[in-house]
């Protein structure tokens, strides 16, 4: 294909050279999960996940029939090497990763980890499932390019969504995808429920196309920048024994290792029933989970006064 036939579609932003035909417009990103989980391997199969990862993800693949392998990340995300012992040994085909902002350490993916991934997943003949949900919710510094912009051989399968730059109940997402993959995905969405209602689709063109998208995008980064911070002192200053694991440049979250002696899923009871809501960790994990976390969202509150009584309350309770 030549440049000619480059249609750019909602990669403009993401600086990707997308072609209209290799993208599949999905209901939102977990649509376009439950739809890949499905499309990508045959039920019992194993697929490959960063450990912690987002329980969405865990609950399509299952669903799916598929079986979620834990790989270990660092503070760098998922580790090459580990990931390639872990091919070899499961056989797998799959892995699901967010390599730009993950949800929910925040972590980013090294730029010398970015390639390799790529090479590893490619050598076991398997896909990638990038799932690159953070895109626009960075908080003021660019995020690296996506793992797509590379690959030239179809082996990544990219996936965006707008819900949570745009508004949680616009169902939209897209999928990307090269050669045989997308054309199968296209045919299961057909049969699941043909396609995404068209309004919707035209109300997002015109989101997207609108002069005010550019300056949403930078208010929200502005705002989600004040409330990580505004979360991170208030945690440093009330409870210091909680462990924020990475401050993240992209997201919604901050994830905290518990002192020891404490329990997520009794902490994030006791919080609730203090009026605050909270993720224990353990979801979040795969397998059996390696420390007790929470994960602690700043983005869907009234302001910075509500994060901060929100620590005190959790302070009180610990
Ligand atoms: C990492 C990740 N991927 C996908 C999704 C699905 O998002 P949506 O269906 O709202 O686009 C979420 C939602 O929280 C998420 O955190």
Not at 57 to 78: E, F
Not at 100 to 110: D, E, K, R
Not at 189 to 205: G, K, Y
């Amino acid at each position: 294909m030549g440049a000619d036939d480059e249609q750019v579609t909602g990669g403009a932003s993401r600086g990707l050279p997308v072609r209209a035909e290799d993208v599949l417009i999905t209901s939102g990103g977990q649509g376009a999960l439950s739809l890949l989980f499905r499309a990508l391997a045959a039920p019992g199969a194993p697929v490959l996940v960063e450990s912690p990862t987002y329980p969405g993800a865990l609950s399509a693949a299952r669903a799916a029939g598929l079986r979620p392998v834990p790989v270990p990340m660092d503070a760098d995300g998922i580790r090459p090497d580990l990931l390639a012992d872990a091919f070899a040994m499961t056989g797998a085909r799959l892995l699901y990763c967010q390599p730009s902002c993950h949800n929910p350490t925040g972590t980013v993916l090294a730029p010398e980890r970015r390639g390799q991934i790529v090479d590893v997943a490619r050598a076991a003949g398997a896909f990638l499932v990038e799932d690159d949900y953070a895109r626009h919710l960075g908080h003021g510094r660019p995020l690296p390019r996506p793992l797509i912009a590379g690959d030239r051989d179809g082996t990544v399968v990219h996936l965006a969504s707008l819900t949570k730059p745009a508004s949680l109940s616009l169902r939209i997402g897209a999928l990307i995808a090269r050669g045989p993959v997308l054309r199968r995905l296209r045919d299961m969405r057909f049969v699941d429920d043909f396609f995404t209602a068209r309004p919707l689709q035209e109300a997002a063109v015109e989101l997207l196309g609108s002069p005010s998208w550019d300056r949403h995008l930078r208010a929200l980064s502005t705002a989600l920048r004040e409330r990580r911070a505004a979360l991170a002192d208030a945690l440093a200053a009330e409870l210091p024994g909680w462990r924020i694991a990475h401050h993240p440049s992209a997201g919604l979250h901050l994830w905290v290792e518990l002192p020891p002696g404490l329990q997520d899923t009794a902490v994030a009871e006791a919080a609730r029933a203090a009026g605050v809501l909270v993720n224990a960790g353990s979801r979040y994990f795969p397998a059996e989970p390696t420390a007790a976390c929470l994960r602690l969202g700043f983005a869907a509150t009234a302001g910075l006064a509500e994060l901060r009584e929100g620590v005190r309350r959790l302070a009180a309770i610990t």
